[in-house]
């Protein structure tokens, strides 16, 4: 397994709080963002999720801030599926600035739901790997 696929962001001055640092929430969106776009690089687009009738669910996710992040920062996004054996994967995700500083680490249990049952599909890893055109991003 070579290194997590990363995007690269810059911090706008709307996501700011009133003390001046990246809002909170905003760390979600930014790795939300990264995980759409990991899945984009395998071949995997919303759209093509959505025509085979599944759609990636965030089950549970946490954030574990550690240095703050202000207007015109950058920041690296990384983001690494790890599979077991059931309905869920685990997605980890580092959030680094350009010189290697540790910023924020959010992992999260995710699932691929089945749009029309309405249920996890039993075996997510094989689904993605099915519609990747690029399996490597997804560490698949």
């Known amino acids: 397994m070579g ?3 990363r995007v690269r962001i810059t911090v706008r001055g709307y996501e700011l709080d009133t ?3 990246l809002n909170q929430a905003v760390y979600l969106q930014y790795s939300e963002h990264a995980r759409w776009e990991c899945l984009r690089a395998a071949g995997i687009s919303q759209d093509r999720l959505i025509a085979s009738g599944v759609g990636p669910v965030a089950l549970e996710v946490t954030v574990r801030y550690l240095r703050e992040l202000r207007g015109g920062d950058e920041v690296d ?3 690494e599926f790890r599979w077991g054996d059931g309905k869920t ?3 980890v995700q580092d959030l680094t600035r350009p010189d290697g500083t540790e910023v924020a680490t959010v992992t999260g249990v995710g ?3 089945d749009l029309s049952a309405r249920r996890l599909v039993p075996d997510p890893r094989e689904r993605f790997r099915e519609l990747a055109s690029d399996p490597e991003p997804l560490n698949l």
Do not use: E, R
Request: some cysteine; charged content about 5%.
């Open 3 to 5: 290194d997590p696929f």
């Open 19 to 21: 003390q001046g640092h």
């Open 77 to 79: 996004v990384t983001c």
């Open 89 to 91: 994967f685990q997605i």
């Open 111 to 113: 699932g691929l739901l």
